[in-house]
């Protein structure tokens, strides 16, 4: 992962409507908000209006929770986010991914997946890549998924594409419960 220097100062929540103050302090982890909220906040509309189609991807959607995690982190690691990437690690962990499919998500499609898996990780690829999800891959993702399920992968993998984006060219800085948080300012 390539780091980035923080190109957008934190908010001060102080100084938001106590509407926008609201809406970032739920996204808070041991007591703090984490950092993309507080740079976000620079842009309420931009964040309120942002805000309610992640908040779908991320708890509304069809997908398995595992499922979205996997697309996730392979759009995240592909975009070489790293705050995308720590933080959907320690929520992948959560969902019961393991260190070792964390690590092989990393290396992509082949490195052990079930056909499945594989063609998860492939529609990320193929979007990234092509910005179409290849015939191959969708016939095996459509095996066992809906139409619904197919167009929230395909959302999931562009929602995640965005923020990877903004997060690498806003320079979001690692949350201090992140790991490498500190090897970042070093």
Do not use: C
């Amino acid at each position: 992962m390539t780091s980035r220097k923080q190109r957008i100062p934190f908010r001060d929540l102080s100084t938001l409507s106590a509407e926008d103050r609201e809406r970032a302090e739920r996204n808070k982890v041991n007591g703090e908000v984490i950092n993309i909220f507080k740079v976000l906040m620079q842009n309420p509309k931009l964040a309120r209006s942002w805000s309610r189609f992640a908040g779908y991807i991320m708890g509304g959607q069809s997908l398995p929770v595992r499922d979205r995690e996997i697309l996730i982190l392979r759009i995240g690691w592909l975009n070489q986010a790293p705050y995308e990437w720590e933080q959907h690690v320690r929520i992948s962990k959560a969902a019961g991914l393991t260190d070792d499919e964390i690590d092989r998500i990393s290396k992509g499609a082949k490195a052990g997946w079930n056909k499945h898996e594989a063609a998860l990780i492939q529609a990320a690829d193929d979007l990234r890549e092509k910005s179409v999800v290849s015939d191959e891959t969708w016939k095996q993702l459509s095996e066992r998924y809906s139409i619904e399920e197919m167009m929230d992968a395909v959302f999931t993998i562009g929602q995640y594409n965005l923020v990877s984006w903004a997060l690498n060219s806003f320079g979001v800085p690692l949350d201090d419960f992140l790991p490498g948080a500190n090897k970042q300012d070093a």
